[in-house]
């Protein structure tokens, strides 16, 4: 009975760590990578509000590239004088996640 038991534990053990981690939000990225220190979810603190993002590129099919690519490599003039700063340290998986996010917001 206690090798039965045993055996049981050791297999629940040995599945619980082969799952995979749990894969963070839009939101939970969006903290860790500090873009909450610019932006917030419905003000505007540095750069643009989130939602305001949101409804700005509502229907544009182009959206999730155009603004990975703004995250990525920065950007400037469209939301006033302030630039956004670069994030060439983010993967392009957790930036697509963080912008798909964003324009969920809408």
């Known amino acids: 009975m206690k090798s039965s038991i045993s055996s049981i534990l050791v297999a629940c053990a040995i599945a619980l760590v082969s799952l995979p981690a749990m894969a963070d939000t839009g939101a939970d990225l969006a903290k860790k990578n500090n873009c909450m220190s610019c932006h917030g979810v419905d003000k505007k603190i540095i750069g643009p509000a989130f939602k ?29 004088p302030i630039p956004m700063s670069p994030n060439k340290t983010i993967s392009d998986a957790d930036i697509k996640v963080m912008v798909e996010y964003v324009l969920s917001l809408n």
């Open 52 to 80: 305001d993002v949101a409804k700005k590129y509502k229907g544009n099919a182009d959206a999730v590239a155009l603004l990975s690519k703004k995250v990525k490599d920065g950007g400037s003039g469209v939301w006033g």
